[in-house]
């Protein structure tokens, strides 16, 4: 089955400091993409990044950097120096690619909130 | 308007009411989905179509849910009968054709029903 797991449900820190959100999923496939979308009060959810299953190599932009293990199933995001900006809810997700009628649905975790702190 | 829109932003209904959102994906995206979301949770699949045709459902989609996509372009929402259950935010999304695509997501209705 497929799930994402956010352990983290709150988390607070003080403008520059940095903060690192935790996702662990779970599926059988071995072809799958991995995602973080940011829910600020407004409730729109916007794209930050997609991963797939078979690029593991880590990237920073900007203050964003994510780290992604196969070995753990783990697909970390970090957040550099953060701003009050960035207080919103954070969500991992995960879609696989069914093939038969090529649909993606994303599975989503429970979300970890981000309270930054002037 | 290069986004999702979705209207309305809030509806509040009775118990027992029929309700209807609408959603305006992307004007070249083909992929529609729905999503449900409910307190302190994440979203939850609902329903997805490819163009016109409807693909999938969730279990969650029960009789009283029904959506439609009659041109492949707005997609409509409909819930019969509603229940103090149903009250959640409902968000809409859309995506180009691939499987290396992103979904772009509407600001959602949050159905509240007293």
């Known amino acids: 089955a497929q799930k994402v797991t956010q352990a983290q449900t709150e988390i607070s820190v003080v403008e520059k400091e940095d903060v690192t959100l935790d996702c662990v999923y779970e599926?059988?496939?071995?072809?799958?993409?991995l995602f973080w979308y940011k829910q600020p009060p407004s409730g729109e959810l916007v794209f930050l990044i997609r991963?797939?299953?078979?690029?593991?190599q880590n990237e920073i932009s900007g203050r964003y950097s994510w780290n992604f293990q196969k070995s753990t199933s783990s697909f970390n995001f970090t957040i550099t120096a953060s701003q009050v900006v960035d207080s919103a809810v954070y969500f991992c997700?995960?879609?696989?690619?069914?093939?038969?009628?090529?649909?993606?649905?994303?599975?989503f975790g429970t979300g970890t909130r981000l309270q930054v702190f002037p | 308007d290069t986004g999702v829109s979705q209207d309305p932003r809030h509806k509040i209904t009775k118990r027992g009411q029929n309700v209807t959102f609408r959603c305006d994906p992307i004007?070249?995206?083909?992929?529609l989905y729905w999503y449900r979301q409910t307190l302190g949770q994440g979203p939850e699949f609902l329903t997805y179509f490819q163009n016109e045709a409807q693909l999938e459902k969730s279990r969650l989609l029960s009789d009283r849910f029904s959506a439609e996509r009659p041109k492949g372009s707005f997609s409509t929402l409909e819930i019969q009968r509603t229940e103090q259950g149903d009250s959640a935010m409902y968000l809409c999304a859309s995506s180009l054709e691939g499987v290396d695509t992103e979904a772009f997501f509407g600001q959602g209705t949050r159905l509240t029903v007293v």
């Open positions: 997700a995960l879609s696989e690619v069914i093939v038969s009628y090529n649909t993606d649905k994303l599975i």
């Open positions: 599926t059988r496939d071995t072809t799958y993409y």
């Open positions: 004007s070249e995206h083909n992929r």
């Open positions: 991963r797939n299953s078979f690029d593991e």
